[in-house]
């Protein structure tokens, strides 16, 4: 059986985490993840503290193993959200989208074990100092908010880097992701893309169905211009966002032009006028499965990789 130093730290099963998507990773599929022996995790986002409370009640309601919660720290309420995470002890914080210290204390005082996102060494080794149980070290082939590192690139130079636990997440959709992960001494994965199909993966059917019938050359980034570059499948939005960037609006345009776009395809599945993020492994994605099932799979088919590797060892 697969198991990492992370799983102990952790409380877990299995070193996979499933990634904190807005608008995507609610109380429903976290809580099938983390049953599943995996770390389950319900995404903050941009909503307010009682929304939140509410969801980390309902996947207690159905589940009794360690979960996390991510927390967006451009968000208009992370403060709040931060009290809550505090306030419920929640197992695991991720953190995304900035530097977590000015909360750090009051939740590892709290008994909450920090495990911020990272796209550079320099902030891994910052909230290594600070206290963080481990670091998700994720490369540019993210779905959603990305860097500029690759996966490849990325997990070798953290790992070299910090004494903790490194996550590796960017490009994994498979044991042999998992397994290459490894191999670059990760301790565990963090996989978004495969879980939007998932049967308990709440996003609209419109949303899954443009997953399952993309292809290797099917996503693109915008933003770069804004210095908050996301990831996307590309669509009518997309294409239409590039063109705007492209003709040198302000960020304040974009921004007003991308307002409520990631909801729109997440809750509405409008194909015109949504965004719809997803990693560059969308062309690997082709069937809805349970997240139990990908689960498994991707932890056999990790094993299974490892196990025939020796093999062509001399």
């Given amino acids: 059986m697969l198991r990492t130093p992370l799983c102990d730290t952790l409380g877990i099963e299995k070193p996979v985490f499933q990634g904190g998507m807005a608008w995507i990773a609610d109380a429903s599929l976290a809580a099938a993840v983390s049953e599943a022996g995996g770390l389950g995790i319900i995404a903050a986002m941009n909503a307010g503290p009682e929304w939140l409370r509410g969801q980390i009640h309902e996947l207690r309601a159905r589940t009794d193993k360690p979960f996390g919660v991510n927390v967006m720290l451009m968000s208009p309420f992370a403060d709040e959200v931060a009290q809550v995470v505090a306030d419920e002890k929640v197992p695991v914080v991720v953190t995304g989208a900035g530097n977590p210290r000015k909360y750090m204390r009051a939740w590892i005082e709290a008994g909450v074990k920090v495990v911020p996102v990272v796209a550079s060494v320099a902030l891994a080794k910052l909230v290594a100092r600070a206290g963080a149980a481990a670091v998700v070290a994720e490369g540019t082939e993210s779905g959603g908010h990305i860097g500029e590192l690759t996966t490849m690139a ?24 998992v397994a290459a992960a490894l191999m670059l001494r990760a301790q565990g994965v963090q996989v978004g893309t495969r879980f939007l199909v998932a049967d308990e993966c709440t996003v609209s059917d419109a949303y899954k169905e443009l997953v399952i ?64 993020l997803c990693g560059q492994v969308a062309g690997m994605v082709s069937r809805r499965q349970s997240a139990a099932e990908i689960v498994d799979d991707l932890v056999d088919g990790a094993e299974r990789v490892l196990s025939e590797g020796s093999a062509w060892v001399r």
Avoid: C, M, W
């Fill in 154 to 177: 990325l997990v070798p130079q953290v790992v070299d880097a910090v004494d903790i636990p490194v996550v590796a997440a960017g490009g994994i959709a498979d044991g042999r992701g």
């Fill in 213 to 276: 019938s993309a292809k290797d050359i099917s996503t693109r980034a915008t933003g770069r211009s804004t210095g908050h570059p996301v990831r996307a499948l590309k669509t009518r939005f997309t294409n239409e966002y590039a063109r705007l960037e492209a003709a040198g609006a302000t960020p304040e345009e974009l921004a007003e032009f991308g307002t409520g776009a990631l909801r729109r395809a997440a809750k509405d599945g409008d194909v015109k006028n949504g965004s719809f």
